[in-house]
């Protein structure tokens, strides 16, 4: 299994602690959130992982060689300020022929949600907070049978079973046609649109190919998504903590 970490992303909501660095070297403690993301790839023995880098890319390609991580390459997304997650996955889909693990570059998670979604019986796989308080900003999930039936922005939050957190689990039977929905999008000069608009598309599909996403569900283990200042500050506050 191999994984795929995005950390394309300018962060501008977290100016100015993004001013020199990109969200995933934002510091906690002594170690920055793409340090604590790949030591937790590590410990489930996922060592082959592509980053795809953006925004002070430079940082990032500094920071592996520094801390000697063996097995990471890298792919540059040149149009991070004017594309979104879509495109940043799609550059990395032509290289990979394996199951893997899709990360957001922005997320502390506890290792046991890794851990469960690497376990979990379904060959695609979402982890799910059914305990947050949902709003317009989250992606959201509604699912039936322990299935996902949408996922997006635009679910409504009182239909919607909880948030998808940022950490899946692909099969490769999803490859090719997830590169395919990608395409096409970039092919109508659609290239602002977060990943799991394919997610939603191989949903809408499920009830005929029968490929589907099944879900993981964080269980109050702790995790947070870094977006705004505010973010960090309950991160520094309330979840590296618990991580640690």
């Known amino acids: 299994m191999k994984a795929i970490v995005l950390c394309a992303g300018r962060g501008g909501r977290l100016f100015p602690l993004t001013q020199d660095r990109p969200k995933c070297l934002l510091q906690f403690g002594a170690k920055t959130i793409l340090e604590c993301c790949l030591e937790s790839l590590k410990s489930k023995g996922i060592l082959d992982v592509v980053l795809v880098t953006g925004y002070k890319k ?33 550059l ?33 796989c979402i982890a799910v907070d059914a305990d947050i308080l949902l709003d317009a900003e989250e992606i959201k999930v ?68 029968g490929r589907f996403f099944g879900i993981f569900l964080t269980d109050h283990k702790p995790w947070v998504e870094i977006d705004t200042v505010e973010d960090f500050l309950y991160a520094t506050r309330e979840v590296f903590p618990k991580l640690c």
Do not use: M, W
């Not at 097995?71 to 940043?88: D, P």
């Not at 949600?113 to 690497?118: A, E, F, K, M």
């Not at 692909?170 to 090719?176: A, D, E, K, M, P």
């Not at 395919?180 to 191989?202: A, Q, V």
């Open 92 to 124: 990395t889909l032509k290289e990979v022929d394996a199951d893997f693990i899709l990360i957001n570059g922005d997320v502390l998670f506890d290792r046991a949600i890794l851990d469960g979604l690497v376990k979990h019986p379904a060959e695609n």
């Open 58 to 90: 430079e940082a990032v390609e500094a920071l592996v060689k520094e801390k000697g991580y063996q097995g990471v390459s890298f792919v540059f997304n040149e149009k991070y300020a004017v594309t979104n997650t879509a495109f940043s996955l799609n």
């Open 142 to 209: 509604t699912a039936a049978d322990g299935r996902v039936e949408r996922i997006g922005k635009e679910v409504d939050p009182g239909q919607s079973l909880g948030e998808a957190i940022g950490l899946y689990k692909i099969g490769r039977n999803l490859i090719g046609e997830l590169a395919r929905i990608y395409n096409d999008l970039e092919k109508r000069g659609e290239n602002h649109h977060f990943f799991e608009k394919g997610f939603e598309e191989i949903c809408r599909q499920s009830a005929v190919d």
